[in-house]
């Protein structure tokens, strides 16, 4: 089947710890993204990539760090410097109409 | 930048009963997508709008856009437990690749 995956579907950090969120996609798209969800503050965008080797930040990178070595692969790094990591984390991927199909998410929570 | 108001954040529905939520930029929309997220899960992907007055219709939900294209309303009708969600709208704001902007949400409770 088709779609976007993210692993793990729980992740639990400790204080300095760098934690790294996985995202999968067998769509064939050029474009992926990288979203954080709070409640009450709809999508926030970290970082998004429209091509392999390249990636652009986005609203609120700081904290964060992505790659994007391969074009089905778009792993999302939390690093200590992010003083609020606890968040439901989204990622999406899309191709040309902009439509962007979005995967079943990782909640983060810091120990 | 382009923001995506809401409206209303919450709404709590009789079963049965027809529903309508709304989304309005601060800018021309070139696009207007609608998603629903279940609580703790991704989002899905609804319909796209594109031409001024254009509405589109799945099963019991029908989204239009304006014609001005600065205003879509998502509206349900005999709503069902299953409708319940957090309903989204996300603008294409017409550059590029540039990703979609979201509003914050309205979370629709279908009650017995």
């Known amino acids: 089947d088709g779609g976007i995956t993210q692993s793990p579907k729980y992740l639990f950090r400790k204080e300095g710890q760098n934690v790294t969120l996985s995202c999968e996609q067998n769509l064939n798209h050029d474009a992926m993204y990288w979203y954080r969800q709070d409640p009450g503050q709809g999508l926030r965008l970290i970082y998004y990539s429209q091509i392999v080797n390249d990636f652009q930040k986005g609203d609120i990178a700081e904290g964060y760090s992505v790659s994007r070595e391969k074009k089905e692969s778009f792993p999302l790094t939390v690093t200590s410097a992010q003083k609020n990591p606890t968040a439901f984390y989204l990622c999406a991927s899309g191709q040309g109409a902009k439509t962007q199909y979005f995967g079943p998410g990782t909640r983060l929570l810091v120990l | 930048s382009q923001e995506l108001e809401q409206s209303p954040q919450s709404l709590i529905v009789q079963e049965g009963k027809n529903l309508t939520i709304n989304c309005t930029s601060s800018k021309t929309l070139y696009g207007l997508y609608w998603y629903k997220q279940k609580y703790g899960e991704g989002l899905i992907f609804l319909m796209m709008?594109?031409?001024?007055?254009e509405e589109k219709s799945h099963e019991k939900i029908t989204a239009k856009l304006d014609e001005k294209k600065q205003q879509s309303s998502l509206h349900i009708t005999a709503s069902q437990p299953s409708h319940a969600g957090i309903y989204l709208c996300?603008?294409?704001?017409?550059?590029?690749?540039?990703?979609?902007?979201f509003g914050k949400g309205t979370r629709l409770s279908v009650i017995a």
């Open positions: 996300g603008a294409d704001g017409g550059s590029g690749n540039t990703p979609l902007v």
């Open positions: 709008l594109q031409k001024g007055g």
